[in-house]
């Protein structure tokens, strides 16, 4: 076994975990042998690393008028750039997965098992969700990798310590060189056995490098660290890999960890929780991947009312489409999915419907959904936020995550003026396709 390498301690005001949704109790790479020097370049490296905010590199991306542009937020929500130093997935990517197990504990699940907690359900997502744009292939290793040291020794928790962090990045970054070629892999998972007894289900976490980590001649600039029950909780790695592609959290955590976590966007978005009952991605999120092409968004201006017709955001080629009664509907997928009205320099109001089909085929109500969204507010901090049409009214108890809300659409035959900007949605009608018909006018 090659010498363990000393842990440098990184600085603690330059380290940062993000990405672990909300939690609840309960819920093949060929390997390959390499030399004792390759391991240590690699060690070396992760020593004098360490992790960020908001990386800086951009791309040209969108110049609609009501793009908003990125700012130096965490997971900004402006979308006239790609930030480069992500993974774009607008193609096929590769994941790798590694299983990490512990001398204090001998795994009672196989990593096979673990693999299929998380694939297909992980690529079915992302596959409807990009209308069969993105293609996220998994790669599981066969065989469990040893850490050097107890699992109890990590520390392992939610408000992970940076030490303990690092410490566990460079061990099993260490244990996993001699078995993985890293250049050949877009994504890497790191998923440790669900028994050992210091592994925490509420941990699992996006770990952002600063300075990206070298092995096999590429730079690894995040880690998705997978500490997950066996079964684990439903979607949660698509939702930590939607912070791989600079999507931020949109849940609220409270001060003191009591309150509601769910009240900014509900169920209507993956971001804001694995648990809802429609978590196909906002419309704006479809847009910022690349996933919404330009002709399929409008950008509402002037002062008069604007028609337009909405498909339901989560129709598409290779998704099945059933209206609001269960009655097919036919050719939906390339019209026109989200409306857009800018509301300030960093702020934008959008428009989009949300009914059952794909993967919002358990959405509690249909309709036009409205929400804020603030290019400036960091991940966490409520870049989007849904606006609810029926305040005094809540729906689903027994399955939302938020059932305030939970019927916030604006359903067909009503009207809805948001309040403090006074833009008006009103929903006319249904056109034989099953596309919604809207009115929109600015205030």
Same mark, same amino acid.
């Given at each position: 076994?090659?010498?363990?390498?000393?842990?440098?301690?990184?600085?603690?005001?330059?380290?940062?975990?993000?990405?672990?949704?909300?939690?609840?109790?309960?819920?093949?790479?060929?390997?390959?042998?390499?030399?004792?020097?390759?391991?240590?370049?690699?060690?070396?490296?992760?020593?004098?690393? $360490?992790?960020? &905010?908001?990386?800086?590199?951009?791309?040209?991306? !969108? /110049? #609609?008028?009501? %793009?908003?542009?990125?700012? *130096? +937020?965490?997971?900004?929500?402006?979308?006239?750039?790609?930030?480069?130093?992500?993974?774009?997935?607008?193609?096929?990517?590769?994941?790798?997965?590694?299983?990490?197990?512990?001398?204090?504990?001998?795994?009672?699940?196989?990593?096979?098992?673990?693999?299929?907690?998380?694939?297909?359900?992980?690529?079915?997502?992302?596959?409807?969700?990009?209308?069969?744009?993105?293609?996220?292939?998994?790669?599981?290793?066969?065989?469990?990798?040893?850490?050097? $040291?107890?699992? &109890?020794?990590?520390?392992?928790?939610?408000?992970? !310590? /940076? #030490?303990?962090? %690092?410490?566990?990045?460079? *061990? +099993?970054?260490?244990?996993?060189?001699?078995?993985?070629?890293?250049?050949?892999?877009?994504?890497?998972?790191?998923?440790?056995?669900?028994?050992?007894?210091?592994?925490?289900?509420?941990?699992?976490?996006?770990?952002?490098?600063?300075?990206?980590?070298?092995?096999?001649?590429?730079?690894?600039?995040?880690?998705?660290?997978?500490?997950?029950?066996?079964?684990?909780?439903?979607?949660?790695?698509?939702?930590?890999?939607?912070?791989?592609?600079?999507?931020?959290?949109?849940?609220?955590?409270?001060?003191?960890?009591?309150?509601?976590?769910?009240?900014?966007?509900?169920?209507?978005?993956?971001?804001?929780?694995?648990?809802?009952?429609?978590?196909?991605?906002?419309?704006?999120?479809?847009?910022?991947?690349?996933?919404?092409?330009?002709?399929?968004?409008?950008?509402?201006?002037?002062?008069?009312?604007?028609?337009?017709?909405?498909?339901?955001?989560?129709?598409?080629?290779?998704?099945?489409?059933?209206?609001?009664?269960?009655?097919?509907?036919?050719?939906?997928?390339?019209?026109?999915?989200?409306?857009?009205?800018?509301?300030?320099?960093?702020?934008?109001?959008?428009?989009?419907?949300?009914?059952?089909?794909?993967?919002?085929?358990?959405?509690?109500?249909?309709?036009?959904?409205?929400?804020?969204?603030?290019?400036?507010?960091?991940s966490g901090g409520g870049p989007i936020e849904v606006i609810d049409a029926h305040p005094d009214t809540e729906a689903c108890w027994a399955d939302s995550v938020y059932p305030p809300l939970a019927d916030a659409p604006v359903a067909l035959?009503?009207?809805?003026?948001?309040?403090?900007?006074?833009?008006?949605?009103?929903?006319?009608?249904?056109?034989?396709?099953?596309?919604?018909?809207?009115?929109?006018?600015?205030?």
């Open positions: 076994m090659p010498r363990q390498l000393p842990l440098r301690r990184l600085p603690r005001e330059a380290l940062e975990a993000l990405g672990a949704g909300r939690r609840t109790a309960g819920r093949a790479a060929r390997p390959r042998l390499r030399s004792t020097a390759a391991v240590c370049t690699t060690m070396s490296a992760l020593a004098a690393t $360490s992790l960020v &905010t908001a990386p800086s590199v951009a791309e040209p991306f !969108s /110049p #609609e008028p009501c %793009a908003l542009q990125r700012t *130096d +937020a965490h997971h900004s929500e402006g979308l006239d750039t790609w930030n480069a130093s992500y993974p774009r997935p607008a193609r096929t990517l590769d994941a790798v997965m590694v299983f990490l197990s512990f001398p204090d504990s001998q795994p009672l699940t196989a990593p096979a098992e673990l693999a299929a907690d998380h694939f297909p359900a992980t690529g079915r997502f992302f596959r409807r969700a990009s209308y069969g744009a993105f293609t996220l292939r998994p790669h599981p290793l066969r065989d469990w990798i040893r850490m050097p $040291s107890p699992s &109890t020794s990590y520390a392992i928790r939610r408000d992970w !310590s /940076p #030490e303990h962090r %690092a410490a566990y990045l460079r *061990d +099993a970054l260490h244990a996993a060189d001699r078995h993985v070629d890293f250049s050949r892999y877009d994504v890497v998972y790191f998923v440790a056995d669900p028994d050992a007894p210091g592994v925490d289900s509420d941990a699992t976490k996006v770990v952002n490098l600063n300075t990206p980590l070298r092995a096999d001649g590429t730079d690894i600039r995040r880690v998705v660290t997978v500490f997950e029950n066996h079964p684990p909780d439903r979607l949660v790695l698509a939702h930590e890999t939607g912070h791989v592609f600079d999507l931020p959290d949109l849940y609220h955590r409270p001060v003191d960890g009591k309150g509601d976590w769910d009240t900014h966007v509900g169920d209507w978005d993956l971001m804001g929780s694995q648990f809802g009952l429609a978590p196909d991605l906002f419309g704006w999120h479809k847009w910022k991947l690349g996933w919404l092409e330009p002709r399929q968004v409008t950008c509402v201006r002037g002062s008069g009312p604007t028609r337009l017709t909405l498909e339901p955001l989560a129709a598409g080629p290779g998704v099945e489409v059933a209206d609001a009664a269960g009655a097919p509907a036919f050719g939906l997928g390339r019209g026109t999915k989200l409306a857009v009205v800018r509301t300030g320099a960093d702020s934008v109001l959008a428009f989009e419907v949300r009914a059952p089909v794909g993967n919002d085929a358990s959405a509690c109500r249909a309709g036009v959904l409205v929400y804020r969204v603030r290019s400036g507010a960091e035959g009503e009207s809805f003026t948001v309040p403090g900007d006074g833009v008006r949605v009103e929903v006319e009608g249904r056109t034989e396709s099953g596309a919604w018909t809207v009115r929109i006018t600015p205030g």
